[in-house]
Nanobody, 124 residues
Framework: QVQLIESGGRLVQAGGSLRLSCAAS????????MGWFRQAPGKEREFVAT????????YYANSVKGRFTISRDNAKSTVYLQMNSLNPEDTAVYFC?????????????????WGQGTQVTVSS
């Protein structure tokens, strides 16, 4: 079992930055990949970013590439999402998720555990 708790979401102006955190507990953190997803009102949950077990491999959705950075600190059992140059289209509930394997993956079905989400609102 893995428990995930996200934090860091808030209201921010367009062009601003935020860093989301996701603290994990339960299974050994370095034994699985992590991902961030988001869900805007009335839309499907979509992939944002993923990182493999060591942090050495990352992958991003085209919509956030170059603006968002995913990272992890295995000693702290925490994954981060640094979000820069935010725009109103980034407004959503952001979820972190733990994969069943060590490799990074954008496939939602590969993730077995999910946090409750943290709200990010970007005002224009």
């Amino acid at each position: 079992q893995v428990q995930l708790i996200e934090s860091g979401g808030r209201l921010v102006q367009a062009g601003g930055s935020l860093r989301l955190s996701c603290a994990a507990s339960g299974r050994t953190f370095s034994s699985y990949a992590m991902g961030w997803f988001r869900q805007a009102p009335g839309k499907e949950r979509e992939f944002v970013a993923t990182i493999n077990w060591s942090g050495g491999n990352t992958y991003y959705a085209n919509s956030v590439k170059g603006r968002f950075t995913i990272s992890r600190d295995n000693a702290k059992s925490t994954v981060y999402l640094q979000m820069n140059s935010l725009n109103p289209e980034d407004t959503a509930v952001y979820f972190c998720a733990a994969s069943g394997g060590v490799g990074s993956t954008a496939t939602r079905g590969s993730y077995n555990y999910w946090g409750q989400g943290t709200q990010v609102t970007v005002s224009s």
